[in-house]
């Protein structure tokens, strides 16, 4: 899940280059990512196995200081005061190097066994150690928590579904900067030759585990709604292409010119062409177009019964006047369907006047007699 979500966001990136914000995000998600990668055990050994013992600790904790800057950045970058939010990320990143620095300088200075285990076995009775692990884990629970206190303040400010995901990432904040705060003062009792019972350090990891899953879910929870959301939209451009072919066939057998082309012969402008919203959208302003083209050679008397089935019947006998005509009139003349001010009742009226053309030419029509028009009825 936390690489869907990286792959999701630099692909956003993108999009979008110079969007700090955007990059704070998707830096803080690979940071996050490449750090699991580092703590899995074969990932220990494959680094130790180049690198020496211990250093692969170093880079796990190094990379998730990182994730924690980028993200408090990500809230920094989006501050009404973006002039003074650039002051205090560049602030923030020379605190983070300062940190970075010295964990680097402590990791070196103690032998090579004593960060190549574990949290849970380390010696923290080695003053090294000790230092590495409360120094790392004070820096994460500052900027989670600093993170947490933005993320709750913007969640009461937004609407569902933006808020639902951004209270899930508070929760998981909120689990870190307790579980940062926590394992300190174990690290802190350790350092003292202190005993911390087992099940209390694995529930400590436990928590901080949940925390990240609750974080990296509420960020991808606006992504998966809105694909969510985007499959009905999808079907529903799929069926109102398809039910638009008995018109379309109609109009771009007439005028064959009306067909959109691509916007260049690459292959990505190609690619796209082929998205069933771009071509949805294409299919009404060719309709539309051929409708118009064809207006000139449309029979308009008695059109206050224009519905479309009686439209429809003069669109055969357009067709058959236009493909037989040499020269033809040119100018347009305005079709009476009634239709109201929105693109969806434009297109619906599309789709009657494409369900009409399927009946039969011959077929009897049982809607000539529609009453007038309204007033309220514009004309397309």
Same mark, same amino acid.
């Given at each position: 899940?936390?690489?869907?979500a990286?792959v $999701? ?7 979008d &280059?110079?969007n700090a914000a955007?990059?704070s995000v998707?830096?803080?998600l690979?940071?996050g990512g490449?750090s699991?990668?580092v703590a899995?055990p ?6 130790d196995?180049?690198?020496g013992h ?8 190094l990379l ?8 408090m950045?990500f809230? !920094? ?5 973006e002039?003074a939010g ?7 990143? +020379?605190?983070?190097?300062?940190v ?9 200075s ?10 849970s ?9 000790a230092?590495f ?6 820096y994460?629970?500052?900027?989670v928590?600093?993170?947490?206190w933005w993320?709750r303040r ?5 609407q #569902?579904p933006?808020?639902?995901?951004? $209270?899930?990432a508070?929760?998981?904040l909120?689990?870190?900067a ?16 202190g005993?911390?019972?087992?099940p209390?350090?694995?529930? +400590?990891? !436990?928590?901080l ?11 991808s929870y606006?992504m998966?709604r809105?694909r ?6 999808r079907?529903?451009?799929?069926? +109102?292409?398809q039910?638009?072919?008995?018109l $379309?066939?109609?109009?771009i ?10 916007a ?5 402008d190609?690619w ?5 919203h #771009?071509r949805y959208?294409?299919r009404?302003?060719e309709?539309r177009?051929?409708?118009v083209? !064809? ?7 008695d059109t206050?019964?224009?519905?479309p089935s009686?439209?429809?019947?003069r669109?055969?006998?357009?067709v ?8 033809g &009139? +040119?100018r ?5 369907i ?11 009226? !599309? ?7 399927k009946l039969?030419?011959s077929?009897?029509r049982t809607?000539?007699?529609? &009453?007038k ?5 514009k004309?397309?």
């Amino acid at each position: 899940m936390l690489f869907i979500a990286v792959v $999701w966001k630099f692909a956003q990136l993108a999009r979008d &280059p110079g969007n700090a914000a955007l990059r704070s995000v998707a830096l803080c998600l690979l940071c996050g990512g490449l750090s699991y990668t580092v703590a899995m055990p074969s990932g220990v050994a494959a680094f130790d196995t180049f690198t020496g013992h211990g250093l692969a600790k170093l880079v796990q904790n190094l990379l998730l200081m990182a994730c924690c800057y980028f993200l408090m950045c990500f809230y !920094l970058y989006s501050a009404a005061d973006e002039v003074a939010g650039q002051r205090r990320a560049r602030r923030e990143g +020379v605190a983070l190097l300062a940190v970075a620095a010295v964990l680097t300088v402590d990791a070196l200075s103690t032998s090579q066994t004593a960060l190549a285990g574990s949290y849970s076995t380390a010696d923290m009775t080695i003053p090294q150690t000790a230092i590495f692990f409360l120094l790392a884990g004070g820096y994460m629970a500052y900027t989670v928590a600093a993170a947490f206190w933005w993320t709750r303040r913007y969640a009461r400010m937004t609407q #569902r579904p933006l808020s639902t995901g951004l $209270w899930l990432a508070a929760t998981g904040l909120a689990f870190m900067a307790i579980s940062c705060a926590i394992r300190a003062v174990f690290v802190v009792i350790r350092s003292q030759d202190g005993d911390v019972p087992k099940p209390l350090t694995a529930s +400590v990891a !436990l928590l901080l585990v949940l925390a990240s899953v609750f974080f990296v879910v509420g960020l991808s929870y606006p992504m998966f709604r809105a694909r969510i959301a985007s499959v009905g939209t999808r079907r529903r451009h799929k069926r +109102v292409h398809q039910q638009l072919a008995p018109l $379309w066939h109609l109009l771009i057998e007439t005028y064959p010119d009306l067909v959109l082309r691509p916007a260049s012969s690459s292959l990505r402008d190609r690619w796209r062409a082929r998205n069933i919203h #771009r071509r949805y959208h294409r299919r009404i302003v060719e309709c539309r177009d051929g409708l118009v083209r !064809l207006s000139p050679y449309v029979d308009m008397n008695d059109t206050a019964d224009a519905v479309p089935s009686v439209i429809a019947e003069r669109l055969r006998d357009a067709v058959r006047r236009a493909t037989s005509s040499s020269g033809g &009139p +040119v100018r347009a003349v305005s079709l009476t369907i009634p239709r109201q001010r929105d693109r969806a009742a434009d297109v619906e009226q !599309l789709l009657r006047l494409a369900a009409a053309l399927k009946l039969p030419a011959s077929a009897p029509r049982t809607d000539l007699t529609t &009453p007038k028009v309204k007033e309220s009825q514009k004309t397309c």
